[in-house]
């Protein structure tokens, strides 16, 4: 299974950005997907997370400035970041909780992207 991210990159205050993860490999289902992101010298930290069925969380930070949502079909999980600040600084991974086939059984783990660096700077 591999989850891999792209759409990061540098924007001024104010601006937008827009983050993909699509997720691959013998996926049986997945259940969460969401994005964390970890900015320097501080601990990794939630910023939005959604159910298959479409329930979504977001952290208090981003709320009103960030939309996540999936493609179900795709196993791709998007983050629309919207007046973005200086503090959204950080390497944004993306995270799903799935059920994997191994070749003989089925299992349920998390799994990471290798993360993509958003840089707000003006």
């Known amino acids: 299974v591999q989850l891999v991210e792209s759409g990061g990159g540098v924007v001024q205050p104010g601006g937008s950005l827009r983050l993909f993860c699509a997720a691959s490999g013998s996926i049986f289902s997945i259940n969460a997907m969401g994005w964390y992101r970890q900015a320097p010298g501080k601990q990794r930290e939630l910023v939005a997370t959604?159910?298959?069925?479409?329930?979504?969380n977001y952290a208090d930070s981003v709320k009103g400035r960030f939309t996540i949502s999936r493609d179900n079909a795709k196993n791709t999980v998007y983050l629309q970041m919207n007046s973005l600040k200086p503090e959204d600084t950080a390497v944004y991974y993306c995270?799903?909780?799935?059920?994997?086939?191994?070749?003989?059984?089925?299992?349920?783990?998390?799994?990471w992207g290798q993360g993509t660096q958003v840089t707000v700077s003006s």
């Open positions: 959604v159910t298959s069925g479409g329930i979504t």
């Open positions: 995270n799903a909780d799935l059920v994997y086939y191994t070749g003989s059984v089925y299992r349920g783990a998390g799994f």
